[in-house]
Nanobody, 123 residues
Framework: QVQLVESGGGLVQAGGSLRLSCTAS????????VGWFRHGPGKGRESVAA????????YYADSVKGRFTISRDNAKNTVYLQMNTLKPEDTAVYYC????????????????WGQGTQVTVSS
């Protein structure tokens, strides 16, 4: 079992920045791929970014490329999502999730989920 806790959400003006953290406890976190997903108002849950175990390959949704950066610190059992140049359309509940079955950006591949943290971007 892996337990995940997100933090760092909040209210920010358009153009601002936030850094989300996803801290894990339980099983060895470094062997898991970790993804960030979001669920915005009136939208389905979508993949935002992901980082693999090992070499740390990364994935970004087109909508966040160049603005968001995912990174991990395995010593701290933490994955970060640095979000810059935020837009109102980034408003959503952001979830992190872990996957022990290999590299994937598909939501259905992720087994362990956090409770989510709200990000609100005002115009």
């Amino acid at each position: 079992q892996v337990q995940l806790v997100e933090s760092g959400g909040g209210l920010v003006q358009a153009g601002g920045s936030l850094r989300l953290s996803c801290t894990a406890s339980g099983r060895v976190f470094s062997s898991h791929s970790v993804g960030w997903f979001r669920h915005g108002p009136g939208k389905g849950r979508e993949s935002v970014a992901a980082i693999s175990s090992g070499r740390g390959s990364t994935y970004y949704a087109d909508s966040v490329k160049g603005r968001f950066t995912i990174s991990r610190d395995n010593a701290k059992n933490t994955v970060y999502l640095q979000m810059n140049t935020l837009k109102p359309e980034d408003t959503a509940v952001y979830y992190c999730a872990a996957n022990s079955k290999g590299w994937s950006v598909q939501i259905t591949s992720y087994t362990y989920w956090g409770q989510g943290t709200q990000v609100t971007v005002s115009s």
